[in-house]
C-alpha cells in the first residue's frame, strides 16, 4: 500500500526559483493537506482541500499557491522560493474533513533554499 | 503563545521504563491526536479521541476535556518507542499542532 507519495524527498533551490512539490493519495480519501514543519515549532498548516475542486488557505499561506488536480493530486508550488521558505513539507490526507478523522502524512520533503 | 503546549520537550528513559507525555491546550477542541514520527521522518497517527481513554498495545492516551490536558503513556518502554511524539487539537476545523516531545529510550 503507497498511502501518501510527495515528491521529491529532497530539494535545493537558489533564492526566486519556482517549483512544484507534488502529492498523491491511493485511498480514495477527500481531504488533503500540506504541512510545513520548522525546528521548534508544530507542524503548521499551509492550504488544505476539503474535497475535489475546493481549496483553502491555512495558517501560513504566503509565498505558496495549491492545485487539487484531482481526488487523488494536491500539489504546492513555491512562484518564487525565499530562504524563509526553507523547511521540511509535509502531504496529508484524510476521509473527512480535517481533525474528525486520523490523517495519513507522507515522508516529507526536505527543501532548501540558498 | 502557542495554544497547544506539549511537556516534556525531551525525554530519556531506560528500556521498561513507564513514560508519560503531557499536552495542554487553551481552546475548545471537538478532538485531540497523537502522532508519532520517526526518526526518519515519516509521521503516522496514533489516537484520535474526544473523551476517556484509548489503548493499543503498549500505548495509552487519556484525555480529560474540563482539565484541556491529555496525556500518552507508553508502558514497558523500548528503543523502538524512540520518536518524537505531536499532540494536535482539531478546534472545530482547524488542526493545530504542539511542538512535539523528543523521546529516547535507551537499552
Known amino acids: 500500500n503507497a498511502g501518501v507519495t510527495q515528491t521529491p524527498k529532497f530539494q535545493v533551490l537558489k533564492t526566486g526559483q519556482s517549483m512544484t512539490l507534488q502529492c498523491a493519495q491511493d485511498m480514495n480519501h477527500n481531504s488533503m493537506y500540506w504541512y510545513r514543519q520548522d525546528p521548534g515549532m508544530g507542524l503548521r498548516l499551509i492550504y488544505y482541500s476539503a474535497s475535489e475542486g475546493t481549496t483553502d488557505k491555512g495558517e501560513v499561506p504566503n509565498g505558496y499557491n495549491v492545485s487539487r488536480l484531482n481526488k487523488r493530486e494536491f500539489s504546492l508550488r513555491l512562484e518564487s522560493a525565499a530562504p524563509s521558505q526553507t523547511s521540511v513539507y509535509f502531504c496529508?490526507?484524510?476521509?473527512?474533513?480535517?481533525?474528525?478523522?486520523?490523517?495519513?502524512f507522507g515522508d516529507g520533503t526536505r527543501l532548501s533554499i540558498l | 503563545k502557542n495554544e497547544v503546549e506539549q511537556s516534556p520537550q525531551n525525554l530519556t528513559a531506560q528500556e521498561g521504563e513507564f513514560i508519560t507525555i503531557n499536552c495542554s491546550y487553551s481552546v475548545g477542541i471537538s478532538a485531540l491526536h497523537w502522532l508519532q514520527q520517526h526518526p526518519g521522518g515519516g509521521i503516522v497517527s496514533l489516537f484520535m479521541l474526544s473523551s476517556g481513554k484509548k489503548k493499543h498495545g503498549r500505548l495509552i492516551a487519556t484525555i480529560n476535556i474540563q482539565e484541556k490536558h491529555s496525556s500518552l503513556h507508553i508502558t514497558a518502554s523500548h528503543p523502538r518507542d524512540s520518536a518524537v511524539y505531536i499532540c494536535?487539537?482539531?478546534?472545530?476545523?482547524?488542526?493545530?499542532f504542539g511542538a512535539g516531545t523528543q523521546v529516547v529510550v535507551t537499552p
Open positions: 494536535a487539537v482539531d478546534s472545530w476545523g482547524k488542526l493545530q
Open positions: 496529508a490526507s484524510s476521509e473527512g474533513r480535517q481533525g474528525h478523522q486520523p490523517q495519513h
